[in-house]
């Protein structure tokens, strides 16, 4: 098939708008090596909504500021984070950015100033208040909790899976069970997956009582982080220019452009891959759900660039109503209804990329199960499902008094 210049067109200038300079810092010229200091943003500015993670800053800070470190946050979701504290107005005292050995020295431009890049060390680590984990697994089973140690600890909310099944340490979406981060100084964040769909399933849940779930999942290529839409990206680029015919793959299982993938992450004993029992082991400890409570999902990879789709089948204990469900739904913080199919609209990533609330349509009965709804659920996963997620939990903390600003000595 012959593809016109104007198509290639179009994928580079898309590319261009994906690239990591828009989801990110350029290094900055020159400047003096520094922590920038800011004051609390006046009260005044801030909106009222009922929608909780709309709002450009959500909650009464206390007059304190907080000395916040952020470790990756050159990566998809450390910059993220720093995009999410700049626009909630996160009372931000001193922003520290840690990394390696090849980024340390660098700098990036942020609302609070020019920062530069500091080797990671444990020690300076402990010195914030509190710390964002955006890197692996591996790097936060080695420092989480020695960062967070004793009384001069920082707390550490860490995006990685580290933490997330181990007794004694909250798993949290903050909407649902902030309530666990009291007394807590190492708080877990959810797989994305996982936290886009219980934004929609909770509210429905208090209303009905969830007696089972299945899910089946469409999710970007940015799953994978920046690598992922890079690779994505040049891929549609080579085929549609007519260099290659099937895309190369380094990424993924497969080449993703102009295909799905029904696989994301590694293959378990019983069938399912390690992405997909995320999704139950998470929802069960969210929630608040026994340990055999049944959840089963589906994962494919889908050559979207980023935010990530969900087919939800609820099977509920009590009669299901729609507009009773509507309205729960319209009411729940962070949930956007998208439901007008006269005027086909409906939750789709085109819509739900670079938004903080999840949305949600495609609201009906279920036809095949009694007392059940089935709906589809779109929610910008780096956000949502990772960094959003993480500042809302500082937010919540701050509110309950888990996370306090050193005192000065």
Known sequence: MKISSAAVAIVAVVASSLSSSAYGFAPASSSASRSVNLSPRSSSSRQSSRHATTMTTTLRMSASSFNVGIVGATGAVGKEIVGVLEKRSFPVGALRIFGSERSAGKEVDTKFGRVTVELFSESSARE???????????????????????????????NSSAFRYKEGIPLVVPEINSDATKGKKLIANPNCTTAIGLMAIWPLHKLFGLKKMVM??????????????????????????????????????????????????????????????????????????????????TAVRIPTSRAHSESI?????????????????????????????????????????????????????????????????????????????????????????????????
């Open 313 to 409: 089948v609820a099977i509920f204990d009590k009669p299901v109503d729609v507009a009773l469900a509507r309205k729960a739904l319209e009411e729940a913080p962070g949930v956007k209804l998208v439901d007008d199919i006269a005027n086909l609209k409906y939750p789709m990533p085109l819509t739900a990329t670079g938004q903080y609330d999840v949305e949600v349509g495609r609201l009906r009965k279920n036809i095949a199960f009694d007392n059940a709804l089935e709906f589809f659920v779109v929610g910008d996963q780096l956000l949502r499902g990772a960094a959003l997620n993480a500042v809302v939990v500082a937010e919540k903390m701050v509110e309950n008094g888990a996370l306090k600003a050193k005192a000065v000595v």
């Open 128 to 158: 914030c208040d509190v710390v964002f984990l955006a890197v692996d697994g591996d790097f936060s089973l080695k420092h989480a909790e020695a960062i967070c140690e004793g009384n001069d600890g920082a707390v550490v909310i860490d």
């Open 216 to 297: 089946s999942t469409y999710q970007a290529a940015s799953g994978a982080g920046q690598p992922g839409m890079d690779e994505l990206m040049e891929g549609t680029r080579s085929v549609l220019s007519g260099e290659r015919e099937v895309a190369e793959n380094k990424i993924f299982a497969h080449p993703l452009p102009f295909n799905v993938i029904p696989h994301i992450d590694k293959f378990q004993e019983n069938g399912y891959t390690k992405e997909e029992m995320k999704v139950t082991w998470e929802t069960r400890k969210i929630c608040g759900l026994p340990d055999d409570f049944p959840v089963s999902c």
